[in-house]
């Protein structure tokens, strides 16, 4: 007989070497890196900026609007859940979505794997 197992579906280790021994004090709270790869400021762009971004287990980004620019983000990997003006819905790998000028949104790691996001804003006139 087969034996499966989906690591979605195993509770990771919490001893004193893990990353959740480090951050069980912060559940709930940002826990994100952010690479910035194209940026007006650092680059020919014009207006748009291209960024990664990593959040981990039981983490969040900050919450922010951009009334200037619009946003697209690609889920690469991980599962999660996208706020967009106080909407909550599931999002994982492979998801694509638009984020309207002005609206307030924040990204919700609720896998146990990290979850990766490459993102596009571009200033709207």
Known sequence: ?????????????TSGRSFRYFAKDKKGETLRDTYWLIDPENSPSQRLKLGYTIVYPDGKTTGHAHHDQEEVYFILSGRGEMEIEKERFPIQEGDAFYVEPGKFHATYNTGILPLVILWVTGKVD
């Open 1 to 13: 007989m087969a034996y499966k197992v989906n690591i979605n579906n195993v509770e990771p280790d």
